[in-house]
């Protein structure tokens, strides 16, 4: 079974501050998405990374994806408030259906 | 342009009871998914439909789930004699084509008493 983990799982920072978020898995996926969700909403696609090494930029927020495929990061440079919302990153495994991590809370306070 | 549709946007109902929830899919979109969300959880996957192919029921938790969808229009899922675990936030995606990116309704949030 394909399975992403995400860490850290909540996290509360000041507005202005800098934050990595990690998704990480023991299998090979051959893409993987992050969406951002926010409450009462479905999530929405941020991006999608296809290639091992691949870094992809999208204002203050920069994704990359590791180098074998098995695991991602989101940075986020100055964070806003309006960046608060759960962050879930999502693999194309073997199977039709895309893997959900558990996501990661972020709330970020003025 | 019209995004993913759900209904109803709640839905309390008693155990033992069945549901019926419904999806519309944005127009050509020939994939739709189901997923479920605990509280504090990540997406669950429950059925995927890919045009008139047979669909991917790998992910249903159990035989009182079900789902049906008609072409590439609605789709319902509807859980019978439901059970308080059932309790979640029932979400819908559809896409352009299989492995496309997901566009996700607001979900149908299901409470059962």
């Known amino acids: 079974t394909q399975l992403l983990e995400q860490s850290p799982q909540f996290l509360s920072i000041q507005e202005g501050e800098n934050l990595t978020v990690y998704c990480n898995s023991s299998s090979v996926f051959s893409s993987l998405q992050w969406y951002r969700q926010e409450p009462g909403e479905g999530p929405v696609l941020l991006v999608t990374?296809?290639?091992?090494?691949e870094v992809k930029k999208l204002k203050r927020l920069t994704f990359q994806f590791g180098d074998a495929r098995k695991d991602s990061s989101l940075h986020i440079t100055a964070a806003q408030p309006g960046d608060t919302g759960l962050y879930l990153c999502?693999?194309?495994?073997?199977?039709?259906?895309?893997?959900f991590g558990k996501g990661t809370t972020l709330s970020v306070s003025s | 342009g019209a995004g993913v549709s759900q209904s109803p946007s709640n839905k309390v109902t008693e155990k033992g009871k069945d549901v019926e929830l419904r999806c519309d899919p944005i127009?050509?979109?020939?994939?739709l998914y189901w997923y479920r969300q605990r509280l504090g959880q990540g997406l669950e996957f429950l059925i995927y439909f890919q045009g008139n192919s047979a669909p991917d029921k790998s992910g249903l938790p159990s035989d009182r789930f079900s789902a049906e969808r008609t072409g590439e229009s609605v789709s319902t899922l509807t859980i019978q004699r439901t059970q308080q675990e059932d309790s979640a936030v029932y979400l819908c995606?559809?896409?352009?084509?299989?492995?496309?990116?997901?566009?996700f309704g607001n979900g149908t949030r299901l409470t059962v008493t």
């Open positions: 127009s050509g979109h020939t994939a």
């Open positions: 995606a559809s896409s352009p084509s299989w492995r496309s990116p997901l566009h």
């Open positions: 990374v296809v290639t091992g090494g």
């Open positions: 999502a693999g194309e495994g073997a199977g039709t259906a895309l893997i």
